[in-house]
């Protein structure tokens, strides 16, 4: 297979469906916080696997905020595209709603950015396609994928610089 060296955005889409079962929720009756993470994990490492076409691995997850409650035997769904690549890491959006199954309304339920790496044969870390957006919305999904990145890499450095002061 040739590798690719470009890819675009719509080509990463990953959309999966769950219905909300007793043993996933609380007692409150609404699904447990890391059921829901755990959803979204598994949908983002397909978009980033369509992407790069290699094992990926997930490297961190940013701030996620449950906005509102997904409860028992309403339908979650989750969307996933990979908004910004680099090197060997590429940011995967992931956006949460659950789904009312007798009305069909949806409410937006959580939003999470997470970063994957590529790995190769032998486990180390491998080079990903240039991911090339195509529409002003992807532009700006980049864009803003470009601000966390610079945000988590700062973070990283200052939580170094805090564990080894000179």
Same mark, same amino acid.
């Given at each position: 297979?040739?590798?690719?060296?470009?890819?675009?955005?719509?080509?990463?889409?990953?959309?999966?469906?769950?219905?909300?079962?007793? /043993?996933?929720?609380? /007692?409150?009756?609404? =699904?447990? !916080?890391?059921?829901?993470? /755990?959803?979204?994990?598994?949908?983002?490492?397909?978009?980033?696997?369509?992407?790069?076409?290699?094992?990926? &691995?997930?490297?961190?997850?940013?701030?996620?905020?449950?906005?509102?409650?997904?409860?028992? !035997?309403?339908?979650? =769904?989750?969307?996933?595209?990979?908004?910004?690549?680099?090197?060997?890491?590429?940011? =995967?959006?992931?956006?949460?709603? /659950?789904?009312?199954?007798?009305?069909?309304?949806?409410?937006?339920?959580?939003?999470?950015?997470?970063?994957?790496?590529?790995? !190769?044969?032998? !486990?180390?870390?491998?080079?990903?396609?240039?991911? &090339?957006?195509?529409?002003?919305?992807?532009?700006?999904?980049?864009?803003?994928?470009?601000?966390?990145?610079?945000?988590?890499?700062?973070?990283?450095?200052?939580?170094?610089?805090?564990?080894?002061?000179?």
């Amino acid at each position: 297979m040739t590798k690719r060296t470009e890819v675009h955005p719509t080509e990463t889409h990953c959309e999966m469906t769950w219905i909300v079962m007793p /043993s996933q929720a609380n /007692s409150l009756g609404t =699904v447990f !916080g890391g059921q829901i993470m /755990s959803w979204i994990d598994v949908c983002a490492a397909v978009a980033c696997q369509r992407f790069a076409r290699a094992t990926v &691995v997930t490297a961190s997850m940013d701030n996620l905020i449950f906005r509102a409650p997904v409860r028992q !035997g309403q339908v979650v =769904v989750l969307r996933a595209a990979v908004n910004c690549a680099w090197n060997s890491s590429m940011e =995967v959006g992931v956006r949460v709603e /659950s789904e009312d199954p007798h009305t069909g309304d949806r409410f937006h339920t959580s939003t999470a950015y997470l970063t994957f790496v590529a790995l !190769g044969k032998k !486990g180390r870390k491998a080079k990903v396609p240039t991911l &090339v957006p195509e529409t002003p919305a992807e532009e700006r999904r980049m864009a803003d994928a470009q601000r966390r990145r610079a945000r988590r890499l700062q973070a990283r450095d200052e939580d170094r610089a805090a564990r080894n002061p000179s």
